[in-house]
């Protein structure tokens, strides 16, 4: 095993920037996913550790060497590729004990790491089998018993669970989750679906444009995301966010909203009057008050999902979801009465997008670097 140092990488296509200037640690053992929407640079920046795609700036190291200029073969890696790349005319076994067949490793050697490869991912009954006879999931059960027969210093999986179907990516996750628990090997995953990282991830690393946005653990990412793009794109339902102008109402701050409507920020909040704001919360941290008091709130869509249910509403003429985990016998066209929790806002610079930092009593305004 090894640890991932990724410094000031660089990445163009005939002059085109792909990549600008990614720097990211993966200490030796962690699960570390790489997330964004399309187009974002995750998988390039997987290629380019991998060997598979040359680097214009920057290093990568693998444990203590720098592999910029070393071959795929060299970097004792391996990769999990969101098609399987099974060989279709070998069986389970031979195309788990592929890399050793080339490396002419000793047929008693080979069969004793296929074997364990296979107890561990419950492919034993399945070794005689060939890749048309299997399910989706088998197949990538396959491909990862491939990479650990391999016994590399760093595992890469590629958005290996995008071609399953729903039920099956849930099971396949806790799946290779427990895998790395097991083998406490180095791992870095690329998957477009916050779900996935947020579920699977020791840290996240979240790219947009080419460029890391955040790195931190899911949690701290989906409770203090440092701009307007994490808060948004981690997670289920996205964070609310409403736009308005910090104004005094009776000498306390609070944010009006372009219809009128005012949202508390509590007592403490020491931005400038006059300033334009980003207000979010989380669908889950919103409330309903009793006897007309908090704020008018038209309901819209509703969705019993059973555990809990999402209501889509209109908060100061824009939208926004509010998840409830009582049952609650809202109507379409009705009107609630919310109110968010002030002490778990996060609230945003209208022109740079970046957070603005307040402490849990709201008694600290900074815009965050």
């Known amino acids: ?120 991912l419950g492919l034993t009954p399945l070794l005689d089998r060939y890749p048309r006879q299997l399910s989706g999931g088998q197949r990538q059960r396959v491909a990862m018993g491939r990479s650990i027969v391999r016994n590399p210093q760093v595992f890469l999986f590629d958005e290996p669970l995008s071609n399953l179907d729903a039920k099956l990516r849930v ?57 307007m793009f994490v808060a948004t794109f981690i997670g289920s339902p996205s964070m609310n966010i409403i736009h308005g102008v910090v104004v005094r109402n009776n000498g306390v701050p609070v944010v009006r909203t372009s219809d009128g409507t005012l949202l508390p920020v509590g007592s403490g909040f020491g931005a400038p009057e006059g300033k334009k704001i980003h207000y979010g919360f989380r669908p889950e941290h919103l409330g309903i008050c009793a006897g007309g008091r908090g704020i008018a709130a038209s309901v819209g869509v509703v969705e019993p999902m059973g555990s809990e249910t999402q209501v889509h509403l209109t908060i100061g003429g824009e939208p926004a979801v509010a998840v409830f985990r009582d049952r609650i016998g809202a109507r379409p066209g009705e009107t609630l009465y919310v109110e968010p929790d002030v002490a778990k806002l996060n609230l945003f610079d209208a022109e740079t997008g970046q957070v603005l930092q307040t402490s849990s009593d709201c008694s600290e305004y900074r815009t965050s670097a």
Not at 48 to 53: K, V, Y
Not at 74 to 84: A, C, G, H, L, T
Not at 183 to 197: F, G, S
């Open 1 to 120: 095993m090894a640890s991932v140092e990724i410094a000031n990488v660089l990445k163009s296509y005939a002059g085109h920037k792909v990549l600008h200037g990614v720097s990211v640690k993966i200490p030796d053992g962690q699960f570390v996913v790489l997330v964004g929407p399309s187009g974002c640079g995750k998988s390039t920046l997987l290629r380019m550790i991998a060997g598979l795609e040359d680097i214009s700036g920057g290093t990568i190291s693998i444990g203590d060497r720098v592999v910029n200029d070393l071959p795929p073969k060299k970097r004792d890696i391996s990769m999990v590729f969101q098609n399987y790349a099974l060989y279709p005319h070998m069986t389970v076994a031979e195309n788990m004990a592929f890399s050793m067949t080339l490396a002419k490793a000793p047929k008693a050697e080979k069969a004793a790491r296929v074997a364990k490869a296979a107890e561990i």
């Open 171 to 227: 099971a396949m996750r806790a799946e290779i989750k427990a895998l790395h628990q097991r083998l406490r090997t180095t791992t870095v995953y690329v998957t477009h679906d916050q779900i996935e990282a947020m579920t699977m991830a020791d840290q996240i690393v979240v790219l947009n444009e080419g460029r890391v946005e955040q790195i931190g653990n899911p949690l701290e990412l989906y409770d203090h995301p440092a701009n």
